[in-house]
């Protein structure tokens, strides 16, 4: 099974302990902890629609290995959840950065980017056929004089 790219921690870096506690508790506003079941939900729920993205270009087995976690893929993950669980009233700002989001996955899943992951490298692109061919054996050098008889 794989896991999210971010952490309870990283979701609280990037926006504060009051924001996740309050965005986990929707249904009950007195509460003052972060409900680690929905936020660690909303990480998973993240991660699973990145990979989708990510599975375009590179073996998820690979890209969940490395350690630690490129920052790229952290605050991907962590803009996406926060999408994800302000499910009330999406603000302007939350909406812009899941759309960042998804425009920059879209980017490495068609090869625009790449998310120099060291020495992985992506899969070829599948729209293309690899082929190999043996040197032509008539050139325009070598048919130059043809037809001038």
């Given amino acids: 099974m794989l896991f999210p790219y971010a952490t309870r921690d990283d979701m609280v870096d990037a926006f504060t302990l009051d924001?996740?506690?309050?965005?986990t508790n929707l249904s009950d506003p007195d509460v003052n902890t972060i409900n680690g079941d929905t936020l660690d939900q909303a990480l998973r729920e993240a991660a699973d629609e990145m990979d989708a993205y990510?599975?375009?270009?590179?073996?998820l087995e690979q890209v969940h290995a490395i350690a630690p976690v490129p920052n790229n893929l952290v605050r991907l993950n962590c803009?996406?959840?926060?999408?994800?669980l302000d499910n009330n009233t999406t603000r302007e700002t939350v909406l812009q950065r899941y759309k960042d989001a998804i425009a920059f996955l879209r980017d490495v899943a068609q090869g625009k980017l790449n998310l120099n992951l060291g020495d992985s490298q992506p899969e070829p692109?599948?729209?293309?056929?690899?082929?190999?061919?043996?040197?032509?054996?008539?050139t325009r050098d070598n048919l130059s004089d043809y037809g001038s008889f």
């Fill in 19 to 23: 924001e996740m506690v309050e965005l």
């Fill in 54 to 59: 990510l599975a375009a270009r590179h073996s």
């Fill in 79 to 84: 803009d996406i959840a926060r999408y994800r």
């Fill in 125 to 138: 692109p599948r729209d293309r056929p690899a082929y190999q061919a043996p040197k032509p054996v008539f």
